[in-house]
């Protein structure tokens, strides 16, 4: 299981409530994972999370094009390669029918790419975010 912890956390209180929702539908997708009745559920619960990352991406490509973070095009560059990530993921799943194992590596690789974008480039965005928001007051 992924949690949120302080050090997750860019205070930004709109990026902060997406990441926890985020945080809240990998981790929902996982525990339908080892019930293969739920596999319907598994599909659309999954579905609904590639969308709530395009959607999430959005909101955090606004914000930077807002403030003008300087990193910009690198980030936006993360969330690309996400969202084919995702995607060809999809195609992954669908192939192996949500067998257990594939759901377990996919899992894997969400667990450490979500941390580690958050931990990483949105902690530098709410940084820079904080840094101008001091300028502007």
Known sequence: MLEIDDSMLTGIIGVDEQHMALVEKV??????AADKAMEQELKDTFEFLVQYIITHFDTEEKLMKMIGYPN????????????????ALKVYLD???????????????????????????????????????????
Do not use: C, P
């Not at 981790?27 to 339908?32: I, K, Q, S, V």
């Not at 910009?72 to 995607?87: D, P, T, V």
């Not at 594939?102 to 530098?124: A, C, P, T």
């Open 72 to 87: 910009y095009q690198e980030h936006l560059q993360q969330h690309q390669e996400l969202i084919e990530k995702a995607m």
């Open 95 to 137: 192939e192996k029918q949500y067998e257990y194992q594939s759901i377990l590596e996919i899992r894997d690789f969400l667990v450490d790419w979500v941390k580690n974008h958050i931990k990483g480039s949105d902690m530098d965005i709410g940084k820079y975010y904080h840094k101008i928001k001091k300028q502007v007051l």
């Open 27 to 32: 981790n929902h997708l996982f525990t339908l």
